[in-house]
């Protein structure tokens, strides 16, 4: 039960941790993107006629890095709230570990009055805490796919502005430049959401 | 585990002093920690920190049920001192912390509650354990800038948390001063350093020079008794403190 509890919530923190660092990377990506499709859509501007279409999906292409900062922000939120909940569990953790040490070294009345403190904290805080995290799971879960699903989209975007370039005339090698960096771009915040996904799995399965 | 050991015995009253522990990490100062009972009450003095919990809670709960420890007195504010609060409150959630003032804000971030804290003025304030009246003595800057000292005028003793104390090499940590000149040299070096104030000091000396002390308890160290509490006194009153040298 100690092991349980101790390595879980050490645990926890740690994935906390390292989905935050994983949110922040995508939201920076987010951004960069936001400027990029800002500067396509002046480009499309100033190539007229011939760069309508890429105009249209580079509109598109701001309006899915938008979606996707909201996206991480409350993402971001998620985790956040999620760190008191875990350092409860560190802590409480913690007390256990003490009083496990302190029933050992205790025998008599010492270690009955041991065993019932230990009772009451598995019998009630610890399997809270366990439902909270669950909860709190289960809804990071939903949220990276989610996530991914826009990012799919994002990449769709990227790839159709990659086929519109080829028909911006005289602008059509700077438009596909643009393209390019939008595609490479997207598949850097891919990577980092297979990441987090890969990340999550491989903790539930432990 | 550490010794426990009934130090004053007057009916329903006692002093337990709960010392050394041979399993001790030796990167953790060694704390000594006393309980006061009274009939079916008792107030833990200098609980310490949550890394000797375990030893001193398995030493006490041999003499004592821990349920009814319904006080706590923290000296000051140190881990060695109180970082073991919320584990006491395991055994009771209603347990009293009486600690100066100026740390009832600051001691809460180890445990407890708006209502766990007791506040005692600078000037010091009683303390009713069962039946019996404990005296919070002031001793700020000794060496906390919030210190209290709790002395019992019915079994004649000052717990005096670090005034008094001494870091002892292995083999010379009897409970109590043997040898008061072999002893003493133990405890310089840290009231020399640990001890901020020249005037707090010599506050201190004349203030319990009045006290009818049988026995002055460190948190650190061995206990003086008898002749030496005033020769320990004495030889405070001349120590230079709040010097650091290189």
Known sequence: MMSFEGQDSGRELRRIVRINEEIKTVVKTAYRINLMAMNAIFLAKRAGQSALGFGVLSNELRRFATDLEQQMIALGQATAGSVAIVTAMVKEARAVK?????RTESSGLGRDVI????????????SERLEQVAALN???DMMIETTASLVEMGGVLARSAKIEAAYGGGFSQSLKQVSSDFEGTIGEIRKSLDSLKRFQLREFAA | MKTI???HEDGAHKWYAIVRDPNRPDYLIDTNEYL?????????LDPGGSEVFPAVFSALSTQFDPRKISKVFASHQDPDIISSLSMWMEFNKDIKCHVSWLWSSFVPHFGGTRETFIDIPDNGTDILVGNHR??????????????????????KILFSGDVGAALLPPGEDAMFVENFDRHIRHAEAFHRRWMGSERAKRDWCTRVSQLDIEMLCPQH???????????????FAHLEVGILRS
């Open chain 1, 115 to 126: 065993d019932e403190a230990l009772r009451r904290r598995h019998g009630t805080t610890f």
């Open chain 2, 221 to 235: 160290g061995a206990i003086y008794r008898g002749d030496d509490v005033k020769r320990f006194i004495d030889w």
């Open chain 2, 134 to 155: 404990l005296q919070a003595i002031p001793a700020h800057y000794l060496h906390s800038s919030g210190n209290f000292h709790l002395y019992d005028p019915k079994a």
């Open chain 1, 98 to 102: 003490v009083l496990e040490r302190a």
């Open chain 2, 36 to 44: 006061v009972v009274s009939g079916d009450d008792a107030i833990l």
């Open chain 1, 138 to 140: 289960r809804n990071l």
């Open chain 2, 5 to 7: 050991r009934v130090i």
